[in-house]
């Protein structure tokens, strides 16, 4: 039997395989484990293989499409309708299966490696500035404790805390903090 569509549930370690033929019968029903999948599609004639777009979707697309195999992403809500039992990863793989064969679905673009670098970038940088935000609210509100308010900003925050830590009338006695000069 020629596997044609294949869709596969992606997770950290063991992943769910479920292909059909061009008939739609069942063909394929597998568990794979992460260190067996490259091998296992290497061996596998090229077929349309769906995932859904989550985490290490991007790589395992790069990684089976570099073996003739046509990939096809898909947003999790989009597949969610085709599931037709009970939530698990048999289930799963099998309504992406089904959903990527489907002609109006609507399909995620494969992100190369660069893309992916700048995006894991921007959302760093996008983590770092919520902390520093969060932990400047923090001051903010700790600091209206003691009645002290001050403008806010990043910079008002750091222009100002030297001088409050060494006010020693303004209530925060017990915090003996020595600030460095630079």
Known sequence: M?????????????????GVDAHGKIG?????????????????????????ACGSAHYWAR???EFG???????????KPYVK??????????AICEAVSRPNMRFVPIKNVEQQAVLSAHRARQGFVKARTAQANQIYGLLAEFGIVIPK???SIAERMPDILEDGENGLGGFKVQVQQS
Do not use: S, W, Y
């Open 63 to 65: 990684k089976l499409g």
């Open 85 to 94: 039992t009970n939530k698990n990863d048999m289930a799963d793989a099998e």
């Open 153 to 155: 900003g990043i910079a």
């Open 28 to 52: 394929l029903r597998k568990q794979l484990r992460r260190n067996a999948m490259q091998e296992f599609f290497a061996n596998l004639p090229p077929c349309l293989i769906g995932m859904e």
């Open 2 to 18: 020629k596997i044609t569509t294949t869709g596969i549930n992606l997770a950290k370690e063991v992943f769910q395989i479920h």
């Open 69 to 79: 195999h046509t990939i096809k992403l898909m947003a999790p809500q989009f597949v």
